[in-house]
């Protein structure tokens, strides 16, 4: 079992930055791939960025492309998602996942943390 814990959420305005994290609780940190997903009210989860076990191989959404930095430091267990240039339409819960199996281009994942609010004001 492996435990993501999000944090770093919370209330900005257009066009401000936010930096959300996600620990996870596991010893093989480096074996799996991460990813950020995120739901909006009355909306579907939706991905929005993945990153490789050695933290090379990179793929995003659309949508975030050139806004949204994903990165890990296996060393700290992490993965981190830099949000710049925020959106109102970025307002979500933003959830961490991990899995075992697979590569950055697909979306099904084995673990998921609760979530963590961003929240961007016009």
């Known amino acids: 079992q492996v435990q993501l814990v999000e944090s770093g959420g919370g209330l900005v305005q257009a066009g401000g930055s936010l930096r959300l994290s996600c620990a996870a609780s596991?010893?093989?940190?480096?074996?799996?791939?991460m990813g950020w997903f995120r739901q909006a009210p009355g909306k579907e989860r939706d991905f929005v960025a993945a990153?490789?076990?050695?933290?090379?191989?990179?793929y995003y959404s659309d949508s975030v492309k050139g806004r949204f930095t994903i990165s890990r430091d296996n060393a700290k267990n992490t993965v981190y998602l830099q949000m710049n240039s925020l959106k109102p339409e970025d307002t979500a819960v933003y959830y961490c996942?991990?899995?075992?199996?697979?590569?950055?281009?697909?979306?099904?994942?084995?673990?998921w943390g609760r979530g963590t609010q961003v929240t961007v004001s016009s």
């Open positions: 990153i490789g076990r050695l933290g090379v191989n990179i």
């Open positions: 996942a991990a899995k075992a199996w697979g590569g950055v281009t697909t979306t099904a994942y084995d673990y």
């Open positions: 596991t010893r093989t940190f480096s074996s799996y791939v």
